[in-house]
């Protein structure tokens, strides 16, 4: 086991956030875009991180009703929708040997007020995921 202090973990804080999106995967997964309830953009919330240190860092999600229910989120780029999407239609327009065309907005690694998780529903009572899931969203009611 390694114990370590990250550089600029001390200004970590909790930001209460709600699901404002959902984008099914699979019959057990989905992603969701959690926003900031401030709706200010938050240091290091990002949808795109170009910086390679951030490789590994995660997010802590826990129930504001039951601070014991919480899991450790991995950072990952192409969980985001839109890269997602972009990174499939940048192999698809390579293998049809036409020229890439995008976005570079996409990749823009500015800070955000929202960020995106992937989990998938374990059914767990008293799981993050579970809760997750369960939450209904401006876009599945």
């Not at 972009?86 to 192999?91: G, K, S, V």
Request: hydrophobic content about 35%.
């Amino acid at each position: 086991m390694v114990i370590a202090n990250l550089l600029g973990q001390a200004e970590i804080r909790p930001i209460k956030c709600t699901v404002t999106r959902q984008d099914v995967i699979n019959k057990v997964g989905t992603c969701f875009q959690l926003s900031a309830v401030e709706g200010k953009a938050v240091d290091n919330w990002k949808h795109f991180y170009s910086d390679l240190s951030m490789i590994g860092r995660h997010y802590l999600v826990y129930s504001a009703s039951d601070m014991l229910v919480k899991r450790q989120y991995t950072i990952c780029n192409s969980i985001v929708p839109e890269v997602y999407w972009l990174l499939l239609d940048i192999c698809d327009t390579k293998l049809q040997h036409r020229d890439i065309k995008f976005n570079p907005e996409v990749l823009s690694d500015k800070n955000r007020n929202s960020i995106f998780l992937t989990c998938k529903d374990y059914q767990s009572k008293k799981g993050v995921a579970t809760r997750l899931h369960n939450l209904k969203t401006k876009n599945n009611a």
